[in-house]
């Protein structure tokens, strides 16, 4: 594919929420993830390692934190003259937001139409995985297929209410099924699709004026004699976070689980991220650290085990942290002792506090809170 013949339209907020404890102030897109990076860096990165140079952020709500991270685009090269990045709020009219995929696209259709590139790959922000992507697009290209969607073989996520799930011949997707029975095994969207951009402004203009709003439902399920539609097997890890429960799991499984972690973290396909200047982490003299992942910026006093902590925490003496996730320039003062816990950015633990969620069930702490 030419390296600049493909938009990418990324939608940083439409499942805010099945994670409302962590986007009640932020989009899915700014969620943090892995000690340092946000969800939409892996859907950014993704873009602009399979040669996409043009990005369209179609953000509809608490998208103050997300240009606070994206910037000019600078960390995923995408600060520049011909494409770049574009942060696309609603437009201010009735209630200033949208209400789905459709209606977003809606919203950006002079962005869409009078961009040059022949091709669009629409990815939603609550997947985390570092395929080839640019496969994908050349194996659309080649198929002469009309849409192409991303799929995993696996169990389906716990809130499967809006999940597609697909049966195939081939790579051929012959039915459509909207959700589906939680946990079972089948083939299911990973929320990425590519097609051509005018079919794209086709679809989203015939879809509006019949008051559609689903791109599952409303288009590809509804047109299903209409389109030849494609799947592409990601084989890579690829998870889907669909609530505060998945993130604390699939968090632990990027720390334990080394295949995981390396299909990720592959130097082939770099994760881009906003960079941070900070020292490196301190450890104190009676600190201990295990099976951890830890930012730099921090302060660790205590004992820290099989946990995530983003940069510029800081863990005092005599503490012990197990199983959690510690985001950025959160507290956990001298004898404090937390367990299966989820603890969001700016958390002060006060000294001598127990804190304990079970493993299946963790324990999250609202942002910017004092326990």
Not at 84 to 100: D, H, K, Q, V
Not at 153 to 168: H, T, Y
Request: aromatic share 8%.
């Amino acid at each position: 594919m030419r390296i600049n013949n493909c938009l990418g339209i990324v939608f940083p907020n439409v499942h805010d929420d099945l994670m409302f404890e962590m986007t009640e102030h932020r989009s899915m897109g700014s969620v943090p993830f892995a000690s340092r990076y946000r969800f939409i860096d892996f859907t950014l990165s993704m873009l602009i390692n399979a040669g996409i140079t043009k990005v369209g952020i179609l953000a509809r709500a608490n998208y103050r934190s997300l240009m606070d991270h994206l910037g000019s685009g600078k960390a995923w090269d995408l600060d520049r003259k011909n494409g770049g990045l574009f942060i696309l709020p609603p437009y201010a009219y009735g209630e200033g937001t949208y209400t789905g995929h459709i209606d977003a696209l809606n919203n950006a259709l002079s962005f869409i139409r009078y961009s040059t590139q022949e091709y669009v790959v629409l990815c939603d922000c609550d997947v985390i995985t570092n395929f080839n992507l640019e496969e994908m697009l050349d194996n659309h290209i080649e198929s002469g297929a009309d849409v192409t969607v991303a799929y995993k073989n696996g169990k389906l996520p716990n809130e499967a209410k809006k999940i597609s799930v697909f049966k195939l011949k081939g790579d051929k997707i012959t039915d459509i099924l909207i959700g589906g029975k939680g946990n079972e095994i089948c083939n299911h969207s990973l929320h990425i699709m590519v097609m051509k951009k005018d079919m794209l402004i086709e679809m989203v203009e015939e879809a509006t004026a019949h008051s559609q709003n689903s791109i599952g439902r409303d288009i590809l399920q509804a047109h299903m004699d209409k389109f030849d539609i494609r799947g592409y097997e990601v084989k890579d890890f690829a998870e889907i976070i669909d609530g505060p429960d998945a993130y604390f799991r699939v968090s632990k499984e990027i720390l334990a689980n080394k295949k995981s972690r390396e299909s990720l973290f592959t130097p082939e396909r770099p994760i881009y991220t906003k960079t941070r200047d900070d020292m490196p982490t301190k450890y104190g003299l009676e600190s201990s650290v295990s099976g951890s992942l830890i930012g730099d910026g921090c302060i660790i006093e205590g004992t820290v085990k099989n946990s995530v902590v983003f940069r510029g925490v800081h863990i005092g003496k005599n503490t012990v942290v197990e199983n959690c996730i510690i985001m950025q320039d959160s507290t956990v003062l001298e004898g404090a002792e937390i367990r299966n816990v989820t603890l969001d950015k700016d958390v002060t633990v006060s000294a001598n506090v127990t804190l304990c969620g079970a493993p299946g069930y963790p324990m999250y702490i609202r942002k910017g809170s004092k326990v």
